[in-house]
C-alpha cells in the first residue's frame, strides 16, 4: 500500500531495492555528511554486510509490517531517498524513524520533513503509536532543521552509553535524541 503525502508517496521497498538504498547511504554525495570521516569518524560506514544485518529481509517484505519497514521516497515520479521505522513497540507506545536522502540534490525540497511526517501519521493512524524517535548526530545542522521542520522536538543530547542502553544501537558522539508525539485519540 502507497502512503501519499503532501508532496511525496512512500512506497514499500522491496528486496530488489535493498542495494539501491545501500549505496544512497553509502556511496552517495551526501555519505560523509552522515558517517564516516572527516565529519563523522565515529560512525563508521557499514559494510553491505553489516548494513542487511541491519535492515534484514523483513524490512524489504511484508513480514515487516509492523515491526519495521523501509519505504522508498518518490517526489514527482523518481526516488529521492529512503525512510523506515523499527524498533515498533505497543508497549512503549513508540517507534523509531530512519531516513536519508539518495543524493545532494534531492535534499532542500521538504521531501524529508513530508515523509517523516506522513509516515509517523501513517503508523499512528494504523498501529495507535503516538512516540516517534530519530536520533541524528548534533553537527548534521539540515537534518536537525528538516526534522524540527516535520513536528520533532530536541529533547536532550544522549551519550552512546545511554543510547544503548534504552534503544541497543548507538552511532554517533554527539546524538540528539528527537521526539515527535501525537495525542492519544480513543478509538470508539
Known sequence: MD???????????QESDRKRIYNWLCKSDLTSAMMGPPVCPEHPTPTW??????YPLPFFDASGDGKGRVFMIIAGGEEVGTIGYDLLDCKKDRAVL??????ENCCGHGYGSDALHTLSV???EIYGIINFSIFPPGKN???????RKAGFENLRSLSKKEQEKEFGKAEYDDTIFMLKTF???RFT
Open 141 to 147: 545542522k539540515r537534518a536537525l532543521a528538516a526534522y
Open 3 to 13: 502512503i501519499v503525502g503532501h508532496t511525496v508517496k512512500l512506497i514499500p521497498a
Open 183 to 185: 495525542r492519544k485519540t
Open 98 to 103: 530512519d531516513i536519508w536522502m539518495k543524493a
Open 49 to 54: 554486510k553489516e548494513f542487511r544485518e541491519e
Open 122 to 124: 501513517h503508523i499512528h
